[in-house]
């Protein structure tokens, strides 16, 4: 029996917010990978947290991402650390660097820089002080 994912949809659209055959709906769309769908049915219903894993389940980061940032969701951290292994793993560096870019967050690897330039910094300071102090 064919399932009627066009008609599904029209029902989750009709459905009052809030609604609880709305998880249900976003699941079942999640399950034949209609990612947009299960993002709308879950939104509805109030759970972005359903939707940004939805969106991780079907390697939707991109979207995952935006849904994060967008609901303020502590959770954007862990995501993008993440989706950043996946593109590594699929030796897409520079996406990788451009995500964190996109979420205005350092990437991991300028933090590290940071720390290893203040102290390279701090250092520098140390043996003029003590020059000045020699003299």
Sequence with gaps: MPEDYDGLERLANSL???HKLL???GQMFVTVGMCEQAVSAFLKCNQPKAAVDACVHLNQWNKAVELAKNHSMKEIGPLLSKYTSHLLEKNKTLEAVELYRKAQ???PDQKLTAK???EQEIRGYQCISRAV???
């Design 16 to 18: 009052p917010e809030n």
């Design 23 to 25: 998880t249900d709906i």
């Design 105 to 107: 967050l350092p990437h």
């Design 116 to 118: 290893q330039n203040q």
């Design 133 to 135: 102090r020699g003299r």
